[in-house]
């Protein structure tokens, strides 16, 4: 069966620090993968997808960025957060062959001070 | 450039009553649509989708969405609510040729006896 990994889920880090996010998923090839910031009344905001390993399409200039070292890896990082990184990260997965459904990680919950 | 656009944040509605959620989407490109639920203190789970096919697609507890293809829309509907729809919703769209998948902001809709 399929399963998705996503920690930690909850994070404090300092303003300035650095941040990693790592998602794994289990179970089948070739996903494609996303980073989504859930906020309030904003739904879930795109921040970035990936087709394939290195491929990887940016949605929100920002002081993110993904990287995707291996076909099931998914990582979120920032080399110095800032307050307004503070959110609920979303990592999700989806391959056209089941149905294009994405399936979501339990999220991680971050909180820069 | 890809959007979605959920017309309403939120929707009360009384216990046994019809409730429409809109959802409208901008692509220069077919699309997948998809509506998920997420009730509160839980992750998003799928409530149904359109792939390709008859434009009415109906979940297994009531709910249904039609394809409008002229009209960009993809509006979910049931006919009677129960106290256990309570519960945030988001129309999601998926391009056909990169997947790239976008939700909308989410409509609250808080059932009352």
């Known amino acids: 069966s399929q399963t998705i990994h996503q920690w930690p889920a909850t994070l404090v880090q300092p303003v300035g620090s650095p941040l990693s996010l790592e998602c794994t998923v289990e179970g089948t090839s070739n996903p494609n993968l996303y980073w989504y910031r859930q906020a309030a009344g904003r739904g879930l905001q795109l921040l970035f997808y990936s087709v394939g390993i290195g491929q990887i399409s940016s949605e929100v200039p920002q002081n993110l960025s993904a990287s995707r070292p291996q076909d099931r890896q998914f990582i979120l990082s920032s080399k110095k957060l800032l307050l307004s990184d503070s959110g609920f990260y979303l990592c999700?997965?989806?391959?056209?062959?089941?149905?294009?459904?994405?399936?979501f990680g339990q999220g991680t919950r971050l909180t820069v001070v | 450039a890809q959007s979605v656009t959920q017309l309403d944040s939120q929707v009360p509605v009384f216990e046994e009553a019809p409730v429409e959620l809109r959802c409208n989407y901008s692509?220069?490109?077919?699309?997948?649509l998809f509506w998920y639920v997420q009730y509160p203190n839980q992750g998003l789970q799928l409530l149904l989708k359109?792939?390709?096919?008859?434009?009415l697609v109906e979940s297994i507890n009531g709910f249904e969405a039609e394809f409008n293809k002229s009209q960009t829309s993809f509006h979910l509907r049931k006919p009677s609510v129960h106290i256990s729809d309570t519960a945030e919703y988001f129309c999601?769209?998926?391009?056909?040729?990169?997947?790239?998948?976008?939700f909308g902001a989410g409509t609250t809709v808080t059932v009352r006896a």
């Open positions: 999601a769209v998926s391009r056909s040729n990169d997947y790239k998948l976008s």
């Open positions: 359109y792939l390709s096919g008859s434009t």
């Open positions: 692509s220069s490109v077919s699309v997948y």
């Open positions: 999700a997965w989806s391959v056209l062959n089941f149905g294009g459904e994405a399936f």
